[in-house]
Structure formats: structure tokens, C-alpha cells
């Protein structure tokens, strides 16, 4: 399958700070990129699609000052944690998609610590 | 609005032995896709299984294959011959066309030796 990957894996900040997380599609086109947040023994809860070259589309509830998503090449979406606080750690995990394609790929995802 | 019903959070099989996973789900659409997902300890996805809603043969891989009840809307995964490296999160899924993915609570699933 497709390979996604993601930089960092971990992260430790302080808070008030703000933090970048990357996803690239390493073999094909991210035409749509989806950014999930999922806490200790939950579920995968999906914050943002972003389609290269668009705005993201946030899900109800995540602030999208907070969470800066860009998609400015088929192959990089970045999202940005800004004035981090504790309340923010969590794992974060970026899947892909090609246009036409209905498999996502997912990236390892990254563990935010926020102190 | 779709939503994705897990309802074992923890389940235990001996190894070798079979065990089967329960997935409902919630649609007024005819036509999507239905997913089950391994997250091992590294938190890395892995796509475990795919079925279409349009076929009515069951997918199989290898140990792994589901019983896709579209009337029911019931998609449950069943592991055959369960071996150590099969414990983790098991997560059914809902995708319609372009849209997300949406993911029901999981299912812990442990193996015993």
C-alpha cells in the first residue's frame, strides 16, 4: 500500500507555545488529506479535511484558529497547534487519499505533550 | 448522520482458535464502503479488511473475512486461527464516496497462548 508519513512522531512543548506537525504522502498524489485527534483508549475523532490548494473543512466544535491546516502541494499538509495548552496533548493522526480513490492511508501519527 | 456502533470494547480469544468482531452501523445510503482497521501498540493503522456495499460476496483475506449483513446493517470480522501478533484495537469504519471516514469505538482484542 501507499506510505504516509508523519514528522514528528513525538513532541513535548511548553504551553502557550505552538507546535507543526507534518504529513506527506511518500509514492502518490494527496489530493485529500484528513486530520484525526484520538485520545487515550478512544476512538479516532476527525478534526479537518483539507483538499490541496483549498480551505480546510473543520468538523463541529475543533477551532480553526487553533488548528491551522494548509495543503499547499499534493504531497505536504501541515497542522499547526497554536497557544498549545495540556488540554492539546494528544495523538494526532493524518491519513491521505488520491482523487478518484476510496482507501485512505494513514500515517503513524504524532504523541503532542504539552507541559 | 452516519455513525458506526462497536459494542464489545474488550474481547479474548485463545491462540489458534476463531473469534468474530461485532460492527453496526447507521446509513440511509445504499452505496459505501465498510473498513476494518488494526492499531497495534505503535498506534500505526493498518488496513485489515474493505468491503463494498454493492457486492454481496463476503471479502476475505487470508485469516480474516466478514459477514456483511447489508440488510441488517451488521459488518462483523471474523479471525480465523488468531495468532499473538493479532492483539490490538480493531476498528470498523464508514465511508461514503469522497466523504471521511468515520470510525466506531473499538474493539480490544487480546490473545491468549
Known amino acids: 500500500g501507499a506510505v504516509v508519513s508523519q514528522h514528528p512522531s513525538r513532541v513535548i512543548c511548553k504551553s502557550g507555545t505552538s507546535v507543526k506537525i507534518e504529513c506527506r504522502s511518500l509514492?502518490?498524489?494527496?489530493?485529500?488529506m484528513f486530520w484525526y485527534r484520538q485520545f487515550p483508549k478512544q476512538s479516532l475523532m476527525l478534526m479537518a479535511t483539507?483538499?490541496?490548494?483549498?480551505?480546510?473543512?473543520?468538523e463541529q466544535g475543533v477551532e480553526k484558529d487553533k488548528f491551522l491546516i494548509n495543503h499547499a502541494s499534493l504531497t505536504l499538509s501541515t497542522l499547526t497547534v497554536t497557544s498549545a495548552h495540556p488540554e492539546d496533548s494528544s495523538f494526532y493522526i493524518c491519513?491521505?487519499?488520491?482523487?478518484?480513490?476510496?482507501?485512505?492511508?494513514f500515517g503513524p501519527g504524532t504523541r503532542l505533550t504539552v507541559l | 448522520a452516519q455513525t458506526v456502533t462497536q459494542s464489545q470494547p474488550e474481547m479474548s480469544v485463545q491462540e489458534a482458535e476463531t473469534v468474530t468482531l461485532s460492527c453496526t452501523y447507521d446509513?440511509?445510503?445504499?452505496?459505501?464502503?465498510l473498513f476494518w482497521y488494526k492499531q497495534p501498540p505503535s498506534r500505526q493503522m493498518i488496513l485489515v479488511i474493505r468491503q463494498e456495499a454493492y457486492k454481496q460476496q463476503n471479502a476475505t483475506e487470508n485469516r480474516f473475512s466478514v459477514n456483511f449483513q447489508k440488510a441488517a446493517k451488521s459488518f462483523s470480522l471474523k479471525i480465523s486461527d488468531s495468532q499473538l501478533g493479532d492483539a490490538a484495537m480493531y476498528f470498523c469504519?464508514?465511508?461514503?464516496?469522497?466523504?471521511?471516514?468515520?470510525f466506531g469505538a473499538g474493539t480490544r482484542l487480546t490473545v491468549k497462548p
Open positions: 483539507s483538499n490541496e490548494g483549498s480551505k480546510a473543512t473543520y
Open positions: 509514492d502518490f498524489q494527496a489530493t485529500t
Open positions: 446509513t440511509s445510503e445504499s452505496d459505501y464502503y
Open positions: 469504519a464508514y465511508k461514503i464516496d469522497d466523504n471521511d471516514m468515520r
Open positions: 491519513s491521505a487519499r488520491d482523487s478518484g480513490q476510496h482507501e485512505q492511508f
